[in-house]
């Protein structure tokens, strides 16, 4: 049986448009994009890795809000949980540091890009409007 690998990602919303991450050539999915966030560590909640993890990886603060979905999907190397919640910037804005590029998309534009395949879920939820 695959390891199950329980992570969370953000949608960052600012000014009607949401936060899109494109992942390095260096890291598993090259150059797919996804919303940002990370593994959850032992002890911490859904909420607390994710801020955790855009503090750490976007050197910036979020102010969690509902959440959106969550899915599992099958990849070689494991499956995945997504937990993916809506989310507002506190103070800082996003700074690169592991992504190779971020784009601010208005909703009817995240079609445009190619997710990785656990993101895509809440990348439909969001274009139908449902959340």
Request: net charge negative.
């Amino acid at each position: 049986m695959k390891k199950v690998i329980k992570v969370v990602g953000a949608v960052i919303y600012s000014e009607n448009k949401v936060l899109c991450a494109q992942r390095s050539e260096n890291m598993s999915l090259p150059l797919m994009w996804e919303f940002p966030g990370g593994k959850i560590e032992k002890g911490e909640t859904e909420k607390e890795a994710l801020i955790r993890e855009i503090k750490e990886e976007m050197k910036c603060d979020l102010i969690v809000k509902e959440k959106i979905t969550t899915t599992d999907y099958e990849y070689d190397f494991g499956i995945v949980s997504l937990s993916t919640y809506k989310c507002e910037l506190n103070k800082e804005m996003p700074t690169l540091t592991e992504h190779k590029a971020i784009k601010w998309l208005p909703l009817n534009e995240l079609s445009n890009l190619n997710w990785a395949p656990a993101d895509v879920p809440a990348v439909n939820i969001l274009i139908k409007g449902e959340n």
